[in-house]
Nanobody, 122 residues
């Protein structure tokens, strides 16, 4: 399987912003939908945001609605996650993945990357 490559994570403070990037291969670029999920230690993987490549239809998890924005750059073959007003509860490893259709269930995505760590201090 082909895995996307995430980058942009880091250590920030409450209220800060980060933008995560996900480099997509030619194969993953051809999928219909992309998304972000996250997983904190001891917790289940949680859906964060998803987007369709052609129409730009988006969906967000309740915990990030209004704070995070998912977007794509077709020319750069890249998926982004803009994260604003970060809270300690957002601390997790963030993954980007691809799917045949837009879904809010991480289990329905075909491929996930290796992840990038986001840590938000109080």
């Amino acid at each position: 399987q082909v895995q996307p490559v995430e980058s942009g994570g880091g250590l920030v403070q409450t209220g800060d912003s980060l933008r995560l990037s996900c480099a997509l291969s030619g194969r993953t670029r051809n999928r219909n939908a992309m998304g972000w999920s996250r997983q904190a230690p001891g917790k289940e993987r949680e859906f964060v945001a998803g987007i369709t490549w052609t129409l730009g239809t988006t969906t967000y998890g309740d915990s990030v609605e209004g704070r995070f924005t998912i977007s794509t750059d077709d020319a750069k073959n890249t998926l982004y996650l803009q994260m604003n007003s970060l809270q300690p509860e957002d601390t997790a490893v963030y993954y980007c993945g691809v799917a045949g259709r837009l879904s809010a269930d991480p289990r329905l995505y075909d491929y996930w990357g290796q992840g990038t760590q986001v840590t938000v201090s109080a």
